[in-house]
């Protein structure tokens, strides 16, 4: 059993800018443990994810805010603080905060993640009209 307090080591947050668009803070909870890697999130409004997929699927619980998430088949949700979602091992999707709110969450990476291209902007506004 291990147990962390709150979050991993004393490393500083990060600002991923090469996976992500717009203002994004990512803290290590956990590290890659068993292949499973433990995230939290906080994006500013506008900011998500680049498209990607996990090679083992992920789970993400919503904790404040909300936002967005959409798969490239066009299943596209808003999510709230208590909402979890499940991708399953290689579904293409992204996850982001609204427009004009902030999203938090914690995600359960399992796997390797395979980045691809960024949200456009027309994607983004399309995810929610
Ligand atoms: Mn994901």
Redesign the pocket.
């Known amino acids: 059993m291990r147990v962390v307090r709150g979050r991993e080591g004393a490393n500083p947050s990060q600002r991923p800018s090469k996976t992500f668009s717009g203002e994004v803070r990512a803290d290590s909870v956990l590290g890659r443990e068993d292949g499973a890697m433990v995230l939290t999130v906080v994006f500013s409004p506008g900011a998500r994810?680049h498209w990607?997929s996990?090679e083992r699927g992920?789970v993400?619980f919503i904790t404040h805010g909300r936002g967005l998430v959409c798969t490239r088949d066009g299943d596209r949700r808003w999510v709230t603080g208590g909402d979890v979602v499940h991708?399953p091992p290689g579904e293409e999707?992204?996850?982001g905060a609204g427009p004009d709110t902030f999203m938090v969450h914690t995600?359960v990476?399992m796997g390797a993640?395979d980045w691809l291209t960024e949200v456009t902007n027309a994607e983004y506004v399309e995810s929610h009209a």
């Open positions: 994810t990607h996990h992920q993400l991708f999707h992204w996850h995600a990476s993640t």
